[in-house]
């Protein structure tokens, strides 16, 4: 039984910042990262690193969000829909023709006339 008060806080100290080992950790092919994460690898030159990072996995059609980015690459966040809103779920992509705030919200992947602020812009072809 620990009597001091300050060694039981640095035991659950140490205990509680185990629980983040790995996220944010280099990753690679040979290297994997710990359970409930996955190895994102950022496109450099239009091509996947040969170094990734551990990370949260992209979340599925439904599952709540807050940036587009952290929905599969299909999805977008219902969030860039509504002004002030900061929770969304994942969604798919719009269709041409629709009201959008980023290039990210498109089936087309072009948000034309958008602000960046607001659900201002319209789902258009790829130029």
């Known amino acids: 039984?620990?009597?001091?008060?300050?060694?039981?806080?640095?035991a659950m100290a140490l205990?509680?910042?185990?629980?983040?080992?790995?996220?944010?950790?280099p990753c690679s092919a040979e290297v994997s990262c710990p359970?409930?994460?996955h190895c994102s690898f950022p496109e450099v030159e239009?091509?996947?690193a040969a170094t990734g990072v551990c990370d949260y996995a992209l979340r599925q059609e439904g599952e709540a969000c807050t940036v587009a980015n952290?929905?599969?690459?299909?999805?977008?966040c219902s969030?860039?829909?509504?002004?002030?809103?900061?929770?969304?779920?994942?969604?798919?992509?719009l269709v041409d023709g629709s009201a959008c705030s980023a290039d990210r919200d498109c089936l087309s992947g072009h948000c034309e006339g958008t602000s960046g602020e607001a659900a201002d812009g319209v789902c258009s072809p790829a130029s």
């Open 70 to 76: 952290e929905c599969e690459e299909s999805l977008t």
């Open 79 to 93: 969030n860039h829909f509504t002004p002030g809103v900061r929770y969304g779920t994942c969604t798919p992509r």
């Open 1 to 10: 039984m620990l009597r001091n008060p300050l060694v039981l806080v640095a």
């Open 46 to 48: 239009g091509a996947p």
């Open 15 to 25: 205990t509680l910042a185990g629980c983040a080992a790995g996220l944010g950790e």
């Open 35 to 37: 359970e409930g994460l």
